[in-house]
């Protein structure tokens, strides 16, 4: 039978993960309590709720960065004033999250940590350069959420550790950003691709910086360094065709997706390309917003 | 004041008489009974678990399961005291699979437990040795010469094979001035409802059965649980309360011989079985994949003049209604149109798949596909306009459908034409397209459909209702086919309240019970309502009739035109007198309070020799009819389509309430949309790849347009108030309307259901290939 525990607090969390043996945090559940339902493990686990852990709960603006507590759900996220101030990808990626009962429930803490490919916060947090703050009995340590994530299901995450709160950076302003899912259906869909982009320009309106993730098209959120390179320089709101053409070029020999049910693993690599050149095109065309997909039916 | 509430009236939207049981959660179901003491049966299907499809069973190890604590019994093949062999028509389904299994969910043990937890822990510890056999897993291996037999006795693996001729048949395409043709693939669908396959069974005192399921047949269950079990299907009760859909997923036995053998090994004690998602996907019954070569032809003017095709079904490791819905789907092959002559060829192929059986449009929303798409490329290839063509060639009574069937009832599908004609939607498409979005392509498509109601030729197709004066002098209507959220016992409410003038508090009903109603049919075949509604009407016209006289006897009153049921009551307007229903309930004895009515719905016998090869269910008479508009857009990035807007026009005679008309079209439209668009129950090697609704995707609200449902009323004579069934109608047109707004809004067609974003993609992509050639 699984044992379920709930923590007060965190050291009461910390300490009730390492009494007993075969602990496992749990959150809003939706992907763990998933899985133990479709492969039951071979010990009986015992589940520590975090959901009511305080520490772990809320959305703060700090001087350095803005931070979230690991158990704040996605529905949280999706109406957080200072999340639209500060992190706009993240919300329209909170709010693409299953559906409303699933977004009620479901934390960015267990997002990350279940690390799935298809994880969408991951992309809008590789971009915005966020970090995660994990919690042992040990003491603390940072880390940038690219490093957290090993692979699928796969994290720095050490046994009696939790993941405490992701930070995202004050950075300089954000001129243009999408945030894109494509799934099988606008609600409860896992994304067969999935996009984050941001772009930051000089006095010029030129390209200072530009930041993009793929979700879905690899083994954790992909980025392409060459690509964003290539875009330096260029005119945000009219990137010279030849050097758009060349950055999709750039990504979709980049991405490492693979076949499954939902998609093969050539269009989840074509997908990704357009989606990247979608972003590109010129902002005022009224096809951006409702290309967004779900993102926007929020 | 009594009088100031109304009668029921046909024709209102009068509210669902389950609606407040059902949204404050009261409406019992199947799954929700938890008998003192019930104990849990499941099956033991071992051919997902092994990746074997179609083995020989070598081995069933069952000392490790029954020495669990809690576990009852482990039962097998040799525990079964009957033939074993459950089918509607065919009976070639074990219970439990004896010598091999031929699909991977076949059970090979029923195993019985006091919890859930101990079954599934027993479940897992029944060791099972197969070895594998060759196996079939498409129709085209399935027939060719020395494939491996699914049923030895079956030649060739052919359940069924038949085919229609009218005319000259085929070689009337050499005179035709336009010919065009397509080959067409179509998914398997699951029904996706929402209660999974369930019940309770319990051996009474007196030896005989009782169970509650979830069923849309519970007196056809009786005879099937009595042939493969052995026990006189007088000494089985079956009540079928509401059910959590079912859309013809539960018209046959899915729980029904498991629970009585499960039931008549616990020495009385109650036993449940409830399939979880997973099951449900991998052992349910789902819609027949098809393949159907098509070939159209028509002379300049767009006269249609001859059709050939051949449509080949796969129905997987039994038959199930496998036969029939081949043959519904030949009948509806050439759509609604008038073609003198047509050849229509249908196989119907035993595979080792999962069990294709009935589903909501019968095999007739493959064909129409086909027929539908057909229509839109005969259109471009005459540079006609696809909603003439339409109507040019549509159906009218007197016609001879593409089935040699002279139709002499209504026939509406003009009349839905013209309502699309009218709408905004096709008036207004330039304008709509020429404002699609960068990057985003608009297309308007068409669809033409119609759907047989009824069983067909060579069936039975009859019910008896009963309807009862209670005691306390309301009126209890004994609903005998399943109401499986369609509404049909609403419907049946509102008519009985409609003849006795009696208001909603007045009327209850009673969910089917084999023990209290008659036989009356299954719950499917577009058939519900109008069925039994006319017993209903017989028997309710009859019970007036007797409440009048007795009102009569006791008011001293000789003129039956004097006296009036209103609710509550007879009353004698000229002398201001009345005899409330409960008062005259008590002058009548119980045999007298109740009326029972019958009625044999209208059948075809000849065709003119049209059909040869069917067995039972050719032709039908009586069709419901529909013109569908799909408004779409096509994401060039991505190759998705959202279905922007939707407009169904559905003839079903008459209609009896205008809110459930509308419900059963929307729900028909959103069923459809899923199989555009995204459903799709693959399998590989036999093995089914979702295995649950995470992997089997179904529209959500987000992915719904807004849909108009436009009645065109017609007066179906046969029909109870005029009307005919609208159950399935709807489902048929979504895929084919879809399909032509796309190729109205890319230029591409796609012959492959569902119209995945990455099919279209891909077709997007081989258009621009090319282009790119061509202009090279
Ligand atoms: C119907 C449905 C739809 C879904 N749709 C989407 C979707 O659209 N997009 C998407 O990305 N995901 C989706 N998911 C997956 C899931 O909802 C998300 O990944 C969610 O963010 C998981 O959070 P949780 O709080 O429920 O995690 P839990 O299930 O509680 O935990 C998941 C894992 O993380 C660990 N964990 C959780 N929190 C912590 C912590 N603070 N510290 C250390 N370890 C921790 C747990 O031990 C467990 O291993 C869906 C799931 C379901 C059931």
């Given at each position: ?298 | ?205 007196d030896g005989s059965l009782t169970i509650t399921a979830s069923t849309q047949a519970p007196f056809r269950d009786r005879l099937e649980i009595g042939h493969a079990l052995g026990v006189p299907f007088e000494h089985i009760r079956v009540i079928a309360p509401c059910l959590g859909g079912g859309f013809g997923g539960k018209d046959g036995a899915t729980v029904q011989c498991l629970l009585a053998l499960a039931a008549l090994n616990t020495g009385g004690r109650p036993v449940k079985m409830q ?378 005679g008459r209609v009896i309430n205008p809110v459930m008309f509308e419900q059963q079209v929307h729900g028909g439209v959103a069923q459809g949309l899923g199989y555009a668009l995204m459903e799709d129950l693959a399998t590989r090697q036999g093995q089914v790849l979702a295995t649950d609704f995470a992997s089997y995707p179904m529209p959500g609200a987000l992915d719904l347009p807004d849909i108009v449902s436009l009645a065109c009323e017609s007066e179906e004579r046969t029909g109870p108030f005029?009307?005919k069934g609208i159950g399935e109608v709807a489902m048929n047109g979504p895929l084919p309307a879809v399909a032509n707004a796309l190729a109205d809004a890319c230029g591409v067609r796609l012959w492959r259901a569902p119209l995945t974003p990455e099919r279209v993609w891909q077709a997007l992509d081989q258009a621009a290939g090319q282009a790119r050639e061509s202009a090279a």
């Amino acid at each position: 039978m699984t044992r379920f525990h709930a923590a007060h607090s965190l050291t009461e969390a910390l300490a009730l993960l390492h009494e007993e043996t075969d602990t496992r945090p749990m959150a809003g559940g939706t992907d763990i309590l998933v899985r133990m339902r479709r492969s039951p493990p071979a010990v009986p686990l015992t589940l520590i709720g975090i959901e009511g852990v305080p520490e772990l709960q809320g959305i703060r603006e700090e001087p350095s960065w803005l931070s979230i507590g690991a158990a704040t759900p996605f529905a949280a996220i999706a109406a957080s004033p200072l999340i639209a101030a500060h992190a706009p990808l993240l919300q329209d990626a909170a709010r693409a999250v299953g559906a409303p009962a699933i977004r009620n429930m479901a934390t960015l803490g267990g997002n990350l940590c279940t690390a799935s490919p298809a994880g969408d916060s991951l992309p809008p947090l590789y971009v915005l350069d966020a970090e995660v703050e994990l919690a042992s009995k040990a003491g603390r340590r940072r880390m940038a959420v690219s490093d957290f994530i090993l692979g699928p299901g796969e994290t720095q995450l050490e046994p009696g550790e939790i993941l405490c709160r992701v930070l995202v950076p004050h950075a300089p302003p954000i001129a243009r950003c999408q945030f894109e899912k494509v799934g099988r259906r606008r609600s409860l869909a896992i994304a067969v691709a999935s996009f984050a982009g941001l772009l930051r320009v000089d006095g010029a309106g030129r390209i200072a910086g530009a930041r993009f993730a793929f979700g879905s098209v690899g083994p954790a959120a992909v980025t392409v360094p060459e690509a964003e390179a290539l875009l330096r320089g260029q005119l945000a709101v009219q990137p010279d065709p030849a050097a758009v053409e060349r950055a999709v070029l750039a990504v979709c020999a980049t991405v490492r997706p693979i076949d499954d049910l939902r998609a093969s693993a050539s269009y989840r690599r074509a997908l990704a390309g357009n989606l990247l050149r979608r972003f590109l095109s010129p902002p005022s065309s009224p096809g951006l917003n409702a290309a967004t997909g779900h993102a926007s039916h929020g | 004041m009594a009088d100031a509430v109304s009668a029921l009236a046909v024709g209102w939207p009068e509210t669902r008489a389950d609606a407040r049981a059902k949204a404050e959660g009261r409406e019992p179901y199947a799954a929700d009974l938890y008998p003192e003491g019930v104990l849990w049966a499941g099956a033991v299907r071992p051919g997902a678990r092994l990746g074997i499809a179609h083995g020989r069973i070598q081995r069933i190890g069952t000392a490790a399961a029954e020495a669990l604590p809690g576990v009852l019994k482990v039962l097998t093949a040799k525990d079964v005291p009957g033939t074993n062999r459950q089918g509607i028509v065919h009976k070639d389904m074990p219970v439990l699979a004896d010598g091999k299994i031929r699909y991977v969910g076949d059970p090979v043990a029923l195993v019985i437990a006091t919890s859930r937890e101990e079954l599934e822990e027993a479940i897992r510890l029944v060791e099972v040795d197969i070895e594998p056999l060759p196996a079939v897993y498409d129709p085209d291996t399935a027939l060719a010469d020395g494939a491996p037999k699914v049923h030895e006795e079956r030649a060739g693996n052919i359940l069924a094979a038949a085919g229609i001729r009218v005319g000259g048949g085929a070689d009337a395409l050499a005179q035709c001035d336009a010919v065009v043709e397509g080959v067409f693939e179509t998914p398997v669908q699951a029904h996706g409802f929402l209660e999974t396959e369930n019940g309770v069974a319990c051996r009474e005192a007196d030896g005989s059965l009782t169970i509650t399921a979830s069923t849309q047949a519970p007196f056809r269950d009786r005879l099937e649980i009595g042939h493969a079990l052995g026990v006189p299907f007088e000494h089985i009760r079956v009540i079928a309360p509401c059910l959590g859909g079912g859309f013809g997923g539960k018209d046959g036995a899915t729980v029904q011989c498991l629970l009585a053998l499960a039931a008549l090994n616990t020495g009385g004690r109650p036993v449940k079985m409830q399939w979880s998602r997973e099951e449900n996907l991998l052992a349910g019954y789902r819609r027949h994949a098809c393949r159907i070569e098509y070939r159209l032809g028509a002379m300049r003017d767009g006269r249609l003049h001859a059709v050939h095709c051949r449509l080949v079904y796969d129905t997987g490791a039994y038959a199930h209604l496998g036969g029939e819905v081949m043959a519904l789907g030949m009948e509806h092959a050439g759509g609604p149109y008038r073609i003198p002559h047509v050849r229509i060829e249908g196989k119907c192929v035993y595979t080792n798949n999962p069990v294709a059986g009935a589903m909501r449009a019968f095999g007739v929303a493959q064909a129409t596909f086909a027929f539908e798409s057909m229509m839109d490329v005969l259109a471009a290839k005459l540079g006609a306009d696809p909603l003439e063509l339409r109507r040019q060639n549509a159906l009218r009574p007197g016609d001879t459908n593409c089935a040699g069937v002279v139709l002499e009832n209504s026939v509406g599908i003009g009349g839905c034409l013209e309502l699309i004609a009218g709408h905004p939607h096709w008036t207004g498409r330039a304008a709509w397209k020429a404002a699609a979005p960068p990057g985003k392509r608009r297309g308007v498509g068409l669809a033409s459909v119609f759907n047989a109601a009824g069983y067909g030729a060579n069936v039975r197709d009859a019910a008896i209702a009963k309807v009862e004066l209670t005691a306390d002098g309301r009126i209890l209507v004994y609903n005998a086919v399943a109401d499986m959220g369609q509404g049909n016992a609403s419907a049946f409410v509102q008519m009985a309240g409609h003849i006795l003038a009696q208001d909603a508090s007045r009327v209850e009903v009673r969910q089917p019970d084999t023990a209290a109603a008659y036989p009356s049919g299954s719950s499917s075949a577009s058939r519900t309502t109008f069925t039994f509604g006319n017993a209903l009407i017989a028997a309710c016209t009859q019970l007036k009739a007797r409440l009048i006289n007795r009102a009569g006897l006791l008011l001293f009153v000789d003129d039956d035109t004097a006296l009036e049921l209103v609710p509550g009551k007879v009353v004698h307007a000229p002398s201001r007198r009345e005899t409330a229903l409960a008062q005259l309930a008590s002058f009548m004895r119980p045999e007298e309070r109740c009326c029972l009515g019958e009625f044999v719905a209208p059948l075809c016998r000849d065709t003119a020799g049209a059909g040869n090869g069917f067995f039972v269910g050719f032709p039908h008479v009586i069709f419901s009819y529909g013109a569908h508009l799909a408004r779409v857009e096509a994401d060039l990035a991505t190759g998705a389509i959202t279905a922007v807007d939707y407009v169904a026009a559905t003839d079903g005679g008459r209609v009896i309430n205008p809110v459930m008309f509308e419900q059963q079209v929307h729900g028909g439209v959103a069923q459809g949309l899923g199989y555009a668009l995204m459903e799709d129950l693959a399998t590989r090697q036999g093995q089914v790849l979702a295995t649950d609704f995470a992997s089997y995707p179904m529209p959500g609200a987000l992915d719904l347009p807004d849909i108009v449902s436009l009645a065109c009323e017609s007066e179906e004579r046969t029909g109870p108030f005029g009307m005919k069934g609208i159950g399935e109608v709807a489902m048929n047109g979504p895929l084919p309307a879809v399909a032509n707004a796309l190729a109205d809004a890319c230029g591409v067609r796609l012959w492959r259901a569902p119209l995945t974003p990455e099919r279209v993609w891909q077709a997007l992509d081989q258009a621009a290939g090319q282009a790119r050639e061509s202009a090279a």
